[in-house]
């Protein structure tokens, strides 16, 4: 069993660092760290946000990664206060990343948008549950967090 120190220092059962694969343990320790948070420009505190998360999933758990985080995006949606809906997108491989090269042509890359009421509400899913689901699920399809962020929806026009 893995364990996030303080520190930020991936350990093993018996408290020793454990080597392995470098992605891996970025994504176990960027999945831990919350992210910025959000500069407000006269906007209130509780305005609605979205947090993105680009994901790396190998080719041969893509499939059964989708269908996973289709039924944890709606249970999320349904049980965790503030967070109010899912946008699940495929698309291609990041251009610009230079550690992405590694990865070749073997993997999925996936952008997802949790739409939530507020900063606040997503302060208290990062603290009380985000890291253990993190931790198990890059375990079992073995993806790379590439990138998260935390945008606020200044306004919306219509056609």
């Known amino acids: ?70 039924i944890y995006s709606r249970v999320l949606c349904q049980t965790i206060p503030g967070f109010t809906n899912c946008n699940v997108f495929s698309q291609p491989k990041p251009f610009g990343l230079h550690w992405l090269s590694e990865e070749g042509d073997s993997k999925c890359y996936f952008l997802i948008q949790y739409h939530i009421r507020s900063q606040e509400y997503l302060k208290e899913y990062l603290k009380n549950g985000q890291t253990k689901v993190s931790v198990t699920e890059i375990d079992r399809f073995k993806y790379n967090i590439i990138s998260r962020r935390v945008i606020r929806n200044l306004f919306t026009i219509s056609a």
Not at 8 to 18: A, G, H, S, V
Not at 23 to 52: H, W
Not at 54 to 65: R, T, Y
């Open 1 to 70: 069993m893995l364990e996030i120190h303080n520190d930020n220092i991936i350990t093993n059962k018996i408290n020793q660092p454990k080597s392995g694969d470098y992605l891996k343990q970025t994504s176990i320790l960027y999945a831990s760290n919350p992210p910025t948070i959000i500069p407000l420009v006269d906007i209130p505190s509780d305005s609605k946000i979205i947090y993105e998360v680009n994901l790396s999933v190998p080719k041969e758990k893509a499939n059964e990664f989708v269908e996973w985080l289709n």
